[in-house]
């Protein structure tokens, strides 16, 4: 519902805002999703290893590194999900579960944080793409 006290020029305004608001947060959300993505990318640094369901060699990641990428089934899980207000970028479906475990660590297993790592890296471009999208309109 409409605010009374606005005019018609100044509903007009918040709605524009809003929207270039909203554009601004989008492109946030992919500067995130992008660097996370290449986070995930790094080879691991640890002993090397063969899997045989699909066959395959591989270097695993050392405790307190981001996880190597083995099937790319976490990195092809960061995604953006539009909510009404904001935008969540983060691993979706089962991954999920093993991105948590990865990032924190489980009594068996050190963690390989990927998501801290990722913000931090990213917090500057999240930045920079939000004063731009909202500078230039």
Not at 31 to 47: A, C, D, T
Not at 65 to 78: E, F, K, M, N, T
Not at 96 to 104: D, M
Not at 105 to 129: C, L, S, V, Y
Request: glycine share 10%.
């Amino acid at each position: 519902m409409a605010n009374p006290a606005l005019t018609p020029g100044a509903v007009l305004l918040l709605a524009a805002m809003k929207r270039q608001h909203r554009k601004a947060l989008a492109e946030a959300a992919v500067e995130l999703q992008g660097i996370w993505k290449e986070v995930l990318s790094q080879p691991g640094k640890g002993e090397p290893y063969v899997r045989y369901s699909p066959k395959r060699k591989g270097r695993a990641s050392r405790p307190g590194d981001p996880p190597a990428p083995d099937q790319g089934l976490l990195r092809a899980s960061i995604s953006i999900e539009d909510h009404a207000d904001s935008f969540r970028v983060g691993p979706a479906g089962p991954p999920g579960r093993y991105g948590r475990a990865l990032e924190y660590g489980t009594d068996k297993m050190d963690p390989r944080p990927h998501a801290r790592p990722a913000k931090r890296i990213a917090e500057h471009q999240m930045t920079d793409a939000i004063v731009f999208t909202l500078r230039t309109g």
